[in-house]
């Protein structure tokens, strides 16, 4: 049963229920805030660019979102010096501990079998999405820099000893550059695509080692499909 409480945000409906997992769904359960937070895992953004990167978002629920975490100590708002001098907000520490809670998410949901992979997918989808499916037996004994051009946004992610990591960032000197939209990418890394076929169509440039290039789509197996219910 939930009760109402009325918060700096409006009226809200609680559990009332002492188990920390309710209590979690109290603070980003509601429609639009863990994706919220999940663009906001690799760095501060503006409202617009919250707001493009999560199609179907109207301004005012993005608003009323971003209070509520906020309100819950898990975003912050600051504002960019000069001269961007432009408002942010970005996830407080506590909210950036909870990336393991997506990435259970995502191997758990990866299985459904009416995931639909073809609908909008931003950055910070395919870049969360690399840091929970790579395989670290796969990836063990490769080192290597890779470079993300995804539209005006720029990532380098790293690989060594088996993990990844991602940061925004200039690519250049990269061994390898992957440039082109987020669905792109993971058409190539997850779908299969050959990158041949992406780049003979336009939508995809690699620049860098190509012999890198195919061992990096392999690193990402997909966890099996969950059977149909009997």
């Known amino acids: 049963m939930k009760s109402e409480k009325i918060t700096e945000t409006g009226p809200r409906r609680w559990y009332e229920d002492a188990c920390a997992a309710a209590h979690a769904l109290d603070l980003v359960g509601e429609r639009w805030a863990l994706l919220v937070m999940r663009e906001l895992m690799f760095g501060p953004r503006r409202f ?95 080192a290597a820099r890779i470079g993300f051009r995804l539209g005006a946004e720029r990532y380098l992610a790293r690989l060594g000893e088996g993990r990844i990591v991602i940061a925004a960032g200039p690519v250049e000197g990269a061994d390898l550059i992957l440039d082109g939209a987020p669905a792109v990418i993971a058409a190539a890394i997850y779908g299969g695509q050959p990158l041949e076929a992406l780049e003979a169509a336009g939508v995809l440039r690699v620049e860098g080692d190509r012999a890198l290039a195919a061992r990096f789509l392999t690193l990402f197996p997909l966890p099996p499909k969950a059977g149909a219910a009997s």
Not at 70 to 79: D, K, L, P
Not at 109 to 121: E, K
Not at 127 to 140: I, K, P, V, Y
């Open 48 to 142: 617009g660019e919250l707001r493009a990167s999560l199609p179907g978002i109207s301004a005012n629920v993005l608003t009323q979102r971003l209070a509520g975490l906020e309100a819950a100590g898990v975003v912050v708002r600051h504002r960019l010096p000069p001269p961007a001098s432009a408002q942010v907000y970005a996830l407080t520490e506590w909210g950036l501990e909870s990336e393991p809670i997506f990435q259970a998410l995502g191997r758990w949901a990866a299985r459904s079998p009416l995931h639909d992979p073809t609908l909008p997918f931003s950055a910070a989808s395919l870049l969360l999405s690399l840091r929970t499916m790579l395989d670290a037996g796969r990836a063990g004994g490769l």
